[in-house]
């Protein structure tokens, strides 16, 4: 059974760093038939993918364009684990960020484990 | 980048009664379509993938189908604990994108 495990600070200054992590267990971060993401969600926003690390021969990372110039997702290999890092925060930052595993088995690609959310506070 | 449109927004329901969500591609997305289920205060819940597929342990109440464009998330007979936001969310291209959801609520 995978586990996904969040920790991190729930409140956020504006201007600094928002930065998570989610620890695995059942499962590698090095998985070749997995990947491994970060989603938000918001009222004003619903569920809103934010970017994922994988590996493939090699690591890769895919962010999406909303966060792309402010965000970073890394593996650790050593404590089976990875992280989010958004700078720059502002208060419009403010949500629930879940980490997610996406299985990539069969291609169909889908979300089947989730992290039990991270409220995150911008405010001064 | 291809946009999901969910309708309805929010929906009214009674135990029992028989409720049709759909979701609208932007583009043609073949089957990659998946549905959670999201609770307050709870991390969202994979019901189906692929656009018809029941997820392990999702009950038989829940179906999906449709393909192309279009599609559709079927509960056959609403339980207490069905009441829920909905989303859909396509995984045929990066970046993957969600529906904007549908809210579930008691009548």
């Known amino acids: 059974q995978v586990q996904l495990q969040q920790s991190g600070p729930g409140l956020v200054k504006p201007s600094q760093t928002l930065s998570l992590t989610c620890v695995i267990s059942g499962d590698s971060v090095s998985s070749n038939t997995a990947a491994w993401n970060w989603i938000r969600q918001s009222p004003s926003r619903g569920l809103e993918w934010l970017g994922r690390t994988y590996y493939r021969s090699k690591w890769n990372n895919d962010y999406a364009v909303s966060v792309k110039s402010r965000i970073t997702i890394n593996p650790d290999t050593s404590k089976n684990q990875f992280s989010l890092q958004v700078k720059s925060v502002t208060p419009d930052d403010t949500a629930v960020y879940y980490c997610?595993?996406?299985?990539?088995?069969?291609?169909?690609?889908?979300?089947?484990?989730w992290g039990q959310g991270t409220l995150v506070t911008v405010s001064s | 980048d291809i946009q999901m449109t969910q309708s309805p927004s929010s929906l009214s329901a009674s135990v029992g009664d028989r409720v049709t969500i759909t979701c609208r591609a932007s583009?043609?997305?073949?089957?990659?379509l998946n549905w959670y289920q999201h609770k307050s205060g709870k991390a969202p819940k994979l019901l189906i993938y692929?656009?018809?597929s029941l997820q392990s342990g999702v009950p038989s109440r829940f179906s999906g189908s449709g393909s192309g464009t279009d599609f559709t998330l079927t509960i056959s007979s609403l339980q207490p604990e069905d009441f829920a936001t909905y989303y859909c969310?396509?995984?045929?291209?990066?970046?993957?994108?969600f529906g904007q959801g549908t809210r579930l609520e008691i009548q």
């Open positions: 969310q396509q995984s045929y291209s990066t970046p993957t994108a």
């Open positions: 997610a595993r996406e299985d990539r088995t069969s291609g169909l690609d889908y979300f089947d484990y």
């Open positions: 692929s656009a018809s």
């Open positions: 583009q043609s997305i073949s089957s990659y």
